[in-house]
């Protein structure tokens, strides 16, 4: 979708039952397991000869906002500012998937661009402050709205 000018290393392959990962000269493969009730949003691609299946857009945020280890937050963060995003998808997708934190990081980082869908997932949040990024250190921002703490901060792109 050419969300990111990075340059792939590696593509994460969502299946329902763990693979090795396949790593040759030119090509990186790594499986990602999912249980059953997270494996939806995947659309059927022809791709050479063979059919492979895609995420779509709204689906690809959501699977990396709920493990980011795997993409990077700002990558998501400016993933989101495409305007072909449909967000009423994204926003169910996130509910399906049934995770806390994946709803608090979609509406604060949707926040960040001046849509609001507080109202619509509040019923679905908690108490606990959960980290905007994982993978880095307690930072003394929260917001109370979102129950995150804000560790990370974007590069406001928004036009």
């Given amino acids: 979708y050419n969300f990111t000018t990075q ?20 090509l990186n493969l790594k499986w ?4 059953k009730k997270r494996f939806f949003g995947y659309n ?3 791709f050479r000869e063979k059919y492979m299946y895609l ?5 690809a945020i959501v699977d990396s906002l709920y493990l980011p280890k795997y ?4 990558e998501s963060f400016k993933a989101l500012q495409d305007k072909k995003i449909n967000i009423k998808t994204l926003i169910h997708y996130a509910l399906r998937m049934d995770s806390i934190v994946v ?3 979609v509406g604060y980082l949707l926040e960040l661009q001046g849509i609001d869908i507080y109202s619509k997932v509040k019923s679905k949040l908690n ?6 990024n994982p993978f880095l250190p307690r930072s003394k921002n929260n917001s109370k709205k979102w129950k995150l703490n804000i560790n990370e901060v974007f590069d ?4």
């Fill in 55 to 59: 995420a779509e857009k709204e689906k």
């Fill in 7 to 26: 340059i792939v290393v590696q593509t994460q392959i969502v299946t329902l039952k763990p693979k090795h990962q396949i790593k040759t000269k030119m």
């Fill in 44 to 46: 059927k691609k022809r």
């Fill in 103 to 105: 709803l608090k990081r």
């Fill in 32 to 35: 990602i397991t999912f249980p």
């Fill in 71 to 74: 993409c990077p937050l700002d």
């Fill in 127 to 132: 108490e606990r402050y959960d980290l905007l």
């Fill in 156 to 159: 406001d792109t928004k036009n």
